[in-house]
Each structure stands twice: as structure tokens, then as C-alpha cells.
């Protein structure tokens, strides 16, 4: 059987050219991310079946790539359902496991603790633009810090990294998941049903409000709970301050200090903000994850029409594992999602050092090469990035492949002293 040259569906080789690109954007996100005081992990590919299974993960639990037992665990004889087959999972986003991490080293970890994070995750969904089966994921999360500052300081960094990386005119839409939940409860909808109300609510931006309406209603909702539900989102298209006229018109069902703090987070940000990106109260954001408890936020870009990156506050997570609860707030920067956009822009990265290459001829003396090697050596201790490779018998198709991985500079070496590049 012929053996495959192109990788797994929905899974990519990268070139030279893009791992480059993928290397500056991990040191600014390490710079910026560290200058709000950040601290890198890692955590394994590989987690326990049950911790990616436990009800938080919303859709993504259906597209877990598992793994079999292994050795004698393995038994196909006796197996009667896949709990006796499976008992771990590739990684399908960064946050559970960062959450058993943190429930593991809580002791020998400052209060509050601020961790970045960047590493693959696995999902088994069906791949399209910006979105692959393997693909990486760059978070930072806040865990025991129990006010807004937490969602202040992650908005501020995440954008600041992305107007360093030339991002402008995106917006970051930010919401409540108890603003959600008092307008299903207020427009009649039972609090079973709100997870079914919100998953065809999270749809607006695609089939409209019309599309919304059709759908609860084909979903056997109540037509005046639909109507009640969907009159809110008509008036607060009418409404200057969206947040004031909800706080208002949802009376009781909203709890006082979720608009108070709401608005704290959006005035913080806007008074510290760059004008290259605008922050926007929206409360048709839902986010998949069930975990959020809070806050949750997202970054719309423009150019690429959909999300590039979002978080939210998740205070219930660590108690599930530990039984008490910890604060706990990330963000997620759609990692892959800026690479495509940088490539598509033709994005060079700046302040590279110059790359030279030294082409040898075959049969170079031994004495030759070896003060070859030294002047590289020294080119290299000056801050030149100098490649040594052999001559092709088709030099100039040679220097135009290195051209395009970015050499500008060439040194010939001829075994005939005498010869002239």
C-alpha cells in the first residue's frame, strides 16, 4: 500500500516563510502579554476523558479526538460500552486544562495568578477558511481576582497586542450571560429551555431576527414568549444606551450590580483604549462554552467576517474539580485566524537580521572551507544570520528559492581560487 503524502484532513504542513510569521507573532503576544504580568505554561496534549467530558465544553464535546486504553487496560473482548475503551482525549481548548493545572498548584501559585498560554488543540469538525482539526491557541486567564479589573486588564492586552500586530477598525462586542439569561426569564421561556433559546439566538448575525423568530417558534416555544423575547432586541436597535433601556425594561429579573458592573468594564476600557478599535455592549453575543458564568466578550474583524478571538469569566469551573470556587476570567486570542490575515496582507516581519547565504562548489579544499566556516562564524557573532549550503548545478533557480525564504545577501566559493563570483 502506497503511503500518503498529504497530512490528515484538516490538519497542515507549514512552510518556512509562515513559521516565521508565526514566530514574531508568539514574541509579541510573550512581550506584550508580559508587560501586564503574565507568566507562560504548559500544559499536556493529552487530558483525562473525563475532565473533556464534563458538560462545560457545549459543542466542542462532540468533536474530542479520544484515545484508546492501551496494553492490558485495552480489552475489545469485554468492552460493553466506550467508557471501558476510552480514558483519555486530545485537548480541545486550553481552558480546561488550565483549570485542572491551577486546581492541582493553587498552593504554589501567587493570588491572583495571570497565565498565558500557547500550545495546539485538537477539535474534529469540519476544517474551512481560518479553521483547521489541529490548530493553536494563544489564552491568557485570571484566576482569584473576583471584580472587573480581571476583564479590564484582558481586554486591554489582548487589543493592545492585536493594534501592535497592525489590527485596526475591529471591534470587541462584550455582553453578560446574566443579561441573557434575565431576558429569556422575563420573556416567559423556562430556564430549562435556555441553552435551546441562546444557541438559536447566537445565530442573529447570520438569518437575522426574522430567521430567530422562525426557529423558536419551530422549536415548539411559546408565541408570546417569542414575541415578548424578540420586542426587547427590536427596542434596543431604537435605544442610544442599549444597556441602560435593558437594565430598565428587565426590572427585577437583572440584578443591580451586573449593569453597574458591566458599565465599569466598558467606561475602564474606553477611557484607556486606542482609537484603533472600538468596545460595544452587544446582547445578542451568547459564546458556545456553558462554563462562562459572567462577562463574556469577542473580537469582530472586519476583514475576515467572523471571530478572531473571545473569552469570558467562568467562576463555577475550579470548584468542579477542588468543590470551592475560584474568580476565574479568560480571553483567547483566534491565533490562526491573525496568521491567515497577516499572510493574506503579505505581511513581512520587521527588524529580521540580514540573511546571507554562502554557496561552496563542490570539491572545496579542506583549508577553504574551513576559513569559510570561520568568516560565517563571524558574520553570525555580528548579528547576520548566514546559511552555508552547497552550490546547485542551477545556481540562479538556487538564489531564487533563498530569495524567497528571505536571503538578500550571497557569497560564492569556488574551488578554483581563481574564479569570481
Not at 73 to 84: F, G, I, P, R, V
Not at 320 to 326: E, N
Not at 355 to 360: F, S, V
Not at 405 to 420: S, V
Request: proline share 5%; aromatic share 10%; hydrophobic share 40%.
Amino acid at each position: 500500500m502506497a503511503l500518503s503524502k498529504k497530512p490528515v484532513t484538516g490538519m497542515k504542513d507549514i512552510l518556512p516563510e509562515e513559521m516565521q510569521v508565526r514566530d514574531y507573532v508568539i514574541g509579541v503576544i510573550k512581550e506584550t502579554y508580559g508587560k501586564y504580568g503574565f507568566a507562560s505554561i504548559e500544559t499536556p496534549c493529552v487530558e483525562n476523558i473525563d475532565n473533556l467530558t464534563n458538560k462545560q465544553g457545549g459543542e466542542n464535546e462532540k468533536l474530542v479526538f479520544k484515545i484508546l486504553k492501551r496494553g492490558e487496560k485495552l480489552n475489545l473482548e469485554t468492552a460493553q460500552s466506550e467508557k471501558d475503551l476510552v480514558d483519555g482525549g486530545l485537548r480541545y481548548d486550553l481552558t480546561v486544562p488550565l483549570v485542572r493545572f491551577y486546581s492541582n498548584h493553587a498552593n504554589e501559585l501567587p493570588n491572583p495568578f495571570k497565565a498565558l498560554q500557547i500550545g495546539n488543540v485538537w477539535r474534529a469538525e469540519r476544517p474551512q477558511r481560518g479553521r483547521y482539526r489541529q490548530f493553536m491557541q494563544c489564552d491568557i486567564d485570571i484566576f482569584g481576582e473576583p471584580s472587573n479589573l480581571a476583564e479590564i486588564e484582558l481586554i486591554l492586552a489582548a487589543t493592545t497586542t492585536l493594534v501592535k500586530l497592525g489590527f485596526r477598525n475591529f471591534q470587541v462586542r462584550i455582553n453578560e450571560r446574566r443579561i441573557l439569561k434575565a431576558m429569556a426569564a422575563y420573556s416567559g421561556f423556562e430556564e430549562a429551555s435556555f441553552d435551546s433559546v441562546f444557541i438559536t439566538l447566537d445565530k442573529m448575525d447570520k438569518i437575522g431576527i426574522e430567521g430567530v423568530e422562525a426557529e423558536l417558534l419551530e422549536k415548539g416555544f411559546p408565541k408570546e414568549s417569542v414575541e415578548r423575547y424578540l420586542a426587547l432586541f427590536r427596542e434596543l436597535e431604537k435605544a442610544p444606551e442599549g444597556l441602560e433601556y435593558l437594565a430598565q425594561a428587565l426590572g427585577e429579573f437583572l440584578p443591580g450590580e451586573v449593569k453597574e458592573n458591566l458599565q465599569e468594564i466598558i467606561n475602564s476600557v474606553r477611557a484607556s483604549q486606542s482609537p484603533e478599535f472600538a468596545l460595544v455592549f452587544d446582547p445578542t453575543l451568547v459564546r458556545g462554552m456553558s462554563y462562562y458564568t459572567g462577562t463574556i466578550f469577542e473580537v469582530a474583524m472586519p476583514e475576515f467576517g467572523g471571530s478572531c478571538g473571545g473569552g469570558g469569566r467562568y467562576d463555577k469551573m475550579v470548584g468542579r474539580i477542588t468543590g470551592k470556587d475560584v474568580p476565574a476570567c479568560g480571553f483567547s486570542i483566534g491565533f490562526e485566524r491573525i496568521i491567515l490575515l497577516l499572510l493574506e496582507r503579505g505581511f513581512q516581519v520587521p527588524s529580521l537580521p540580514v540573511k546571507k547565504a554562502y554557496l561552496l562548489e563542490k570539491g572545496l579544499p579542506g583549508e577553504e572551507l574551513s576559513r569559510v566556516i570561520a568568516g560565517a562564524q563571524k558574520e553570525r557573532e555580528e548579528g547576520k544570520q548566514v546559511l552555508v549550503v552547497r552550490m546547485n548545478k542551477n545556481k540562479k533557480f538556487q538564489k531564487e528559492q533563498l530569495a524567497r525564504e528571505g536571503y538578500t545577501e550571497f557569497q560564492e566559493f569556488f574551488k578554483n581560487p581563481l574564479a569570481t563570483s
